[in-house]
């Protein structure tokens, strides 16, 4: 089983520059969520979905897109890249109870200069 | 979701067993408590999950009180490969995601 697959794993982009960053799951698991990591800090949530269809802002959502028309894919944009914005992106899902084990892909480490 | 307080770092030994508390004062009837390993440059990685009293999995326990305000994650005889980023969250079904503090990091020596 794959799991959840992000790409690109690195990314280096210039300020301005737009992008979108990949995640699938292959588990058919309903929920799915975008986190950035800054150096030392835990994870913090920018956007979620519930479902196909169905989005939602989470903590630190501002530069930041997403859409879910399918349940496998969950791509997050970002639409004029920011320096702030230089993080470690990941991307989870989990089936529909969330009091249970939700997965985590590898990550996407993105510099913006 | 209930905010989480762990203690930021802990230093333990190889075959030692390592006891990370996590607060939760304010912790709310339907959450679950949950905690995540996560290592340098990897994603986090489930470890265990409880709601009350005592559960075990083949890697920790969990220790959660009857008032719920703290829980406890046993690792028995840790190794130098359990040196990682330990997370204590709060988890329930009301759509909200999953919300991480800062973790504790714990360093195993030989």
């Known amino acids: 089983n794959a799991g959840v697959t992000q790409t690109p794993k690195f990314q280096v982009l210039k300020t301005g520059q737009s992008m979108t960053l990949q995640c699938a799951q292959d588990?058919?698991?309903?929920?799915m969520s975008w986190y950035r990591q800054d150096p030392g800090m835990g994870l913090r949530l920018i956007h979620y979905?519930?479902?196909?269809?169905?989005?939602d802002q989470g903590e630190v959502p501002n530069g930041y897109n997403v859409s879910r028309s399918t349940t496998e894919d969950f791509p997050l944009r970002l639409l004029s890249a920011a320096p702030s914005q230089t993080s470690v992106y990941f991307c989870?899902?989990?089936?529909?109870?969330?009091?249970?084990?939700?997965?985590f892909g590898q990550g996407t480490r993105l510099t913006v200069v | 979701l209930a905010k989480t307080t762990q203690p930021i770092s802990m230093d333990s030994y190889e075959g030692q067993e390592v006891n990370i508390t996590c607060s939760h004062n304010?912790?709310?009837?339907?959450?679950?408590i949950t905690w995540y390993q996560q290592f340098p440059s990897q994603g986090p990685r489930f470890i265990i999950q409880?709601?009350?009293t005592k559960v075990t999995n083949e890697v920790a326990s969990l220790f959660i009180p009857a008032d719920r305000k703290s829980s406890t994650l046993s690792l028995p005889r840790v190794s130098l490969s359990d040196t990682a980023v330990y997370y204590c969250?709060?988890?329930?079904?009301?759509?909200?995601?999953?919300?991480f503090g800062g973790g504790t990091r714990l360093m195993v020596k030989p």
């Open positions: 989870a899902s989990s089936p529909r109870d969330l009091n249970t084990e939700a997965f």
């Open positions: 588990m058919n698991h309903e929920y």
């Open positions: 979905s519930v479902g196909a269809g169905i989005t």
């Open positions: 304010n912790i709310a009837t339907n959450d679950y």
């Open positions: 409880g709601y009350k």
């Open positions: 969250l709060l988890s329930n079904n009301a759509g909200n995601m999953l919300t």
